[in-house]
């Protein structure tokens, strides 16, 4: 290497094709960039990932606008990475990029290479120079090109890394959903025997007098509570199986009226206890709709029952049906009951939440059973909404075509 190369400063000048291939190396004090026989190499594969994009844009402001002035670009020999400021100029088909790992030593730079008296550099040098004499507005023009495409180039990267965490959250949901359905199905059975022999030990009792008044109560409290448990084991298992994408709907013609009044019918006894009137408004004429009957009647059964469970004696719940078109429907569940406090509604329906409504008669609640019944109804075509003012009661609505 000649003594007037070697006091140029450090810096890199190259030429690429218009797809940033390097054709040859003028200059690189850093060794970063090599022709490697007949392979090819791109201006790209010498910078760190980050930079790419925005190199990339560079790249194509050159083939564009025949110039490109001071590009901010990581550069890494694959140990260690800098930044550097480039710029480039298209002469002859070909693009010429200058580097520098410092600004202030690109002038410096670019005269040193001009002693090659190469045309391209010498038209690059003085276009610079046009840049460094130009107007603020064209600074600031550029400036701002920079740092949008520097804002480009953050934003490629929160995506990569957004997408990167969410391929993470979903292998640890999918792993808490088998966890969860693993611990359901283990506690369910020895929770359901507790609660099948709790109820023959109150049959026993309630022939043969077996136990005192201190035990029967204790017993009972055996079967209220070993009941709510399974009620929470159906409901994760519900859940899991939702959140986890392997909900199945068995979907035949039923009549929704008659669907309805069975499902009130069920839970009459439950409000009669409560002093609560239950009561219906139905169509004359059967409504006929493809639904699994089985999870839409869980769906109107938590409906029904959330209604009664936040009601007062002596108010009325009144279920119906609405036809919205020729084809849908709305199911309505309405009650005189505490009602639901506004900020509180656009939780209402996610997982284990609960509402600061406390059930009347001491009732209790997983906080699962609203959001197992919106999943139902979506995956039915459907909408579940509600309607509520504190004080004066709730208006749950399911419409389906």
């Not at 804002?151 to 999918?174: D, F, G, P, Y």
């Not at 938590?302 to 009325?316: C, D, F, M, R």
Request: charged share 25%.
């Amino acid at each position: 290497m000649s003594t007037q190369h070697q006091t140029l400063p450090n810096g890199i000048a190259i030429i690429v094709n218009d797809d940033g291939i390097l054709q040859k190396i003028i200059h690189d004090s850093f060794g970063v960039f090599s022709l490697r026989g007949d392979e090819t190499m791109s201006f790209v594969d010498c910078l760190e990932s980050d930079s790419i994009p925005k190199a990339y844009q560079f790249i194509e402001r050159i083939n564009t606008n025949d110039v490109a002035y001071d590009w901010e670009l990581h550069v890494t020999d694959g140990e260690e990475i800098k930044l550097f400021s480039f710029s480039g100029i298209s002469v002859d088909d070909k693009n010429l990029l200058i580097g520098t790992a410092n600004p202030d030593d690109t002038e410096q730079f670019l005269n040193g290479l001009m002693e090659m008296n190469n045309e391209s550099i010498n038209k690059l040098r003085t276009f610079m120079k046009e840049q460094q004499q130009s107007t603020g507005s064209m600074n600031d023009e550029w400036a701002m090109y920079d740092e949008m495409s520097g804002l480009n180039n953050e934003l490629a990267n929160m995506q990569r890394k957004l997408t990167k965490k969410t391929a993470e959250l979903e292998r640890m949901n999918e792993l808490k959903n088998q966890m969860l359905g693993m611990a359901a199905h283990d506690l369910r059975n020895p929770l359901t025997l507790i609660q099948n022999y709790s109820s023959f030990l109150i049959e026993d009792h309630e022939e043969e007098d077996i136990f005192s008044d201190d035990q029967f109560q204790l017993v009972k409290q055996i079967k209220e509570s070993s009941e709510y448990m399974v009620q929470i084991i159906e409901d994760m298992l519900d859940i899991s199986a939702i959140e986890s994408g392997s909900i199945s709907l068995e979907k035949d013609d039923e009549d929704i009226c008659e669907l309805v009044d069975r499902v009130v019918s069920l839970n009459r006894p439950t409000a009669g206890k409560k002093d609560i009137s239950l009561t219906t408004k139905l169509p004359d004429k059967a409504i006929i709709k493809e639904v699994d009957a089985h999870k839409f009647q869980q769906v109107l059964d938590n409906l029904i029952s959330n209604a009664i469970k936040y009601s007062q004696p002596q108010t009325e719940v009144e279920v119906g049906i609405k036809k919205e078109s020729d084809s849908a429907i709305t199911i309505y569940v309405k009650d005189e009951g505490q009602g639901i406090p506004e900020n509180e509604l656009e939780d209402l329906f996610v997982p284990f939440t609960k509402i600061s409504s406390e059930p009347t008669a001491g009732e209790k609640s997983t906080g699962l059973g609203l959001a197992i019944a919106q999943k139902i109804v979506e995956a039915h075509g459907g909408d579940i909404q509600v309607e509520s003012e504190a004080g004066i009661g709730s208006t749950f609505y399911v419409t389906i075509s």
